[in-house]
């Protein structure tokens, strides 16, 4: 297994300003903790567009839809547009409405936040469940009556997780075997200003045990996100490189779609996971400690 290559110095940064003209981020332990911008990012990002570079962000955060999660670009002051941002809630809308085509008179029910909703709803799907506050109240079977029209379950991060929810969406999914069951991402964690926090994959694992069925899953590493960018976004991929935080999303992501990796460390994964008797069977092209370090190649 080829060890990936360490980048130090300022003419490795250099060379990888020249080599690839397309770069797409993750979000999340790459450009930012939480709320808070990792230093150096702005600059980075400044560096490459002045360059001519394409910029792409690729993020599995499923609570915030487009055009809000680039209202968190605009607070922390990071340059960013609209059609420059994919995010798996708008990669679960666009799955539900031009793969799986659900018919027009199908509904979605919702485990999420307002962002998927949103996404939905720009597709022109009809949804329930997410953020009505019925389903936070506790759950009573004998009352509940499943509407008849519901053809799919989308499940992403929802820090408002309800056992009526969970009930509600088990009852549709194991009742219907038509009813298709969707996961925006299957991340385990993620980080945030004070720490990992469980993601959107703890989130829908309680269902995927109850059903012993698995989703299809429209985040990173999945191909349908993917998709997603190249319907938007032309590029080649010898000359796209991938920057993420974690081996089993991004990396595994880019790595699944022909580009360059490079990997950072200020977010999920750790070095033990690249070097030693445990690493990871996942290797990026490239590790760096930081985005920040790429100031050298200006």
């Known amino acids: ?17 020249v080599q690839f003209d397309t770069w797409m981020f993750d979000c999340d332990g790459v450009l930012w903790h939480g709320d808070r911008l990792i230093p150096g990012v702005i600059e980075v990002l400044a560096l ?12 599995n955060n499923a ?22 941002i994919f995010g798996s809630a708008y990669a679960a809308a666009v799955y539900l409405s031009s793969v799986a085509q659900l018919p027009k008179d199908k509904k979605v029910y919702v485990i999420g936040q307002a962002g998927l909703e949103e996404e939905l709803h720009e597709e022109g799907i009809a949804f329930l469940g997410g953020t009505d506050p019925a ?42 075997p038509d009813c298709l069951f969707v996961a ?3 991340d385990s ?3 945030s200003a004070h720490g990992l926090l469980p993601g959107a994959g703890a989130i829908s694992a309680p269902l995927r ?23 938007k976004v032309n590029y080649d991929p010898k000359r796209t490189i991938m920057v993420g ?7 595994l992501f880019g790595k699944a779609g022909g580009l360059a990796t490079l990997l950072v460390l200020t977010g999920i994964t750790q070095e033990a996971e690249i070097n030693g008797p445990g690493a990871s069977h996942i290797v990026p092209d490239y590790v760096t400690q930081s985005l920040a370090d790429l100031r050298a190649a200006a």
């Open 1 to 17: 297994m080829t060890a990936p290559a360490r980048l130090s110095i300022a003419s490795e940064y250099a060379a990888l300003l």
């Open 48 to 59: 490459l567009r002045k360059n001519d570079k394409k910029v792409v962000f690729v993020t």
């Open 63 to 84: 609570t915030k839809s487009r055009r809000s999660y680039k209202g968190k670009f605009d607070a922390l002051g990071v340059e960013a547009h609209v059609d420059e």
């Open 135 to 176: 389903d936070a109240l506790p759950f009573d079977a004998a009352s509940f009556t499943p509407d008849p029209n519901v053809g799919a379950v989308v499940c992403g991060l929802d820090t408002a997780i309800s056992y009526a929810k969970y009930s509600k969406a088990f009852t549709y999914l194991s009742t219907n």
């Open 184 to 186: 925006t991402n299957e």
């Open 189 to 191: 964690t993620y980080p």
């Open 209 to 231: 045990y109850a059903l012993g069925r698995d989703p299809v899953c429209t985040g990173k590493p999945a191909k349908v996100m993917l998709d997603c960018v190249k319907a």
């Open 245 to 251: 935080d974690r081996l089993n999303t991004d990396i």
